[in-house]
């Protein structure tokens, strides 16, 4: 069974950067389609961005030009390297797993990291 191990995240001012690592174990990562979410306190869950099996990606388009999802396959990782962030960023972010291609549906991910927390001052 795959299993996700999230590092990186905390805190930092607008405009700065902060970059995410997501370890997968038991699986292939890219067999899956990967992706990360994040929820802002009091927010449901929404997808930051998705990586094909492909390695083909897609954003929301409230992270397009600033944030980069890759994924190392030697290392079996999945990256999201956020640049410019701002307050609005503010949210714990996961990355996760899926057969189901595309989905921006958090119920169909099947794997998940246990979650990270982001801050971005003002």
């Known amino acids: 069974q795959l299993q996700l191990v999230e590092s990186g995240g905390g805190l930092v001012q607008a405009g700065g950067s902060l970059r995410f690592s997501c370890a997968a174990s038991g699986g292939t990562a890219s067999c899956y389609y990967m992706a990360w979410f994040r929820q802002a306190s009091g927010k449901e869950r929404e997808v930051v961005a998705i990586m094909s099996n492909g390695g083909i990606t897609v954003y929301a388009d409230s992270v397009k030009g600033r944030f980069t999802i890759s994924r190392d396959n030697a290392k079996n990782t999945l990256y999201l390297q956020m640049n410019s962030l701002k307050p609005e960023d503010t949210a714990v972010y996961y990355c996760?797993?899926?057969?189901?291609?595309?989905?921006?549906?958090?119920?169909?991910?099947?794997?998940w990291g246990q979650g990270t927390q982001v801050t971005v001052s003002s």
């Open positions: 996760a797993a899926a057969s189901r291609p595309w989905s921006r549906m958090s119920d169909d991910y099947n794997y």
